[in-house]
């Protein structure tokens, strides 16, 4: 068996089945409510489409926190729904370009929704895995992961397509769950436990 492509394909249902019907429950938090929690500020939130805020299902409000400049490249690794992509497009300003990419095509069809919503046209998004980006070496100023290393075996490729892309100088923001301790394998090894 492949475990790490049997893992892989776990999340990608779980994160489809949440853009699908993210009123279900889930095994992880998603929404709204959970945005907040994690810090995004309400009157942020209200400002953005519900279709991107009702499905997010990041770690933290990295897109809030990071130092994000006018005119930059943004990467929003993991986009989701598009929440994070769409706070880095506006924060960019005309001038500036965000890029997402996710591997669930039910939450690309999340974001690209909210940003014709929302009339953004400084972003797109891009289907692929984080450790094959589609993106060309040192074309990005800032990058963006909301809590994707926890749900991806290939952690170590993930980090070296990072700072493949990633400009000389340039950023890497990133928010994660971490285990204070290894669990034990009869906890490690059921599928539902990789989302909690």
Known sequence: MDRPQQLRDGVRRAYSAAAIRPQDEHPFPIGRRFAESVGYPQDLLTRLPSVSVDAFSGVSSVAVFADIPLGATVLDLGCGAGLDSLIA??????????????FSDAMLARARQAAAQVGIDNVEYNQADAEKLPIEDGSIDIALV????????????????????????????????????????????IEANWFA
Do not use: M, S, W
Not at 89 to 102: C, E, F, L, Y
Not at 150 to 163: K, Q, S
Not at 165 to 184: K, M, N, S
């Open 146 to 189: 909301n809590g994707i290393f926890n749900l991806n075996p290939a952690r170590c490729e993930i980090f070296h397509e990072l700072a493949r892309v990633v400009r000389q100088g340039g950023a890497v923001y990133t928010a994660e769950l971490i285990l204070r301790e290894p669990l034990p394998p009869e906890i490690r090894d």
């Open 89 to 102: 497009a506006r924060r960019t300003g005309p001038q500036g370009k965000t890029i997402g990419v996710d």
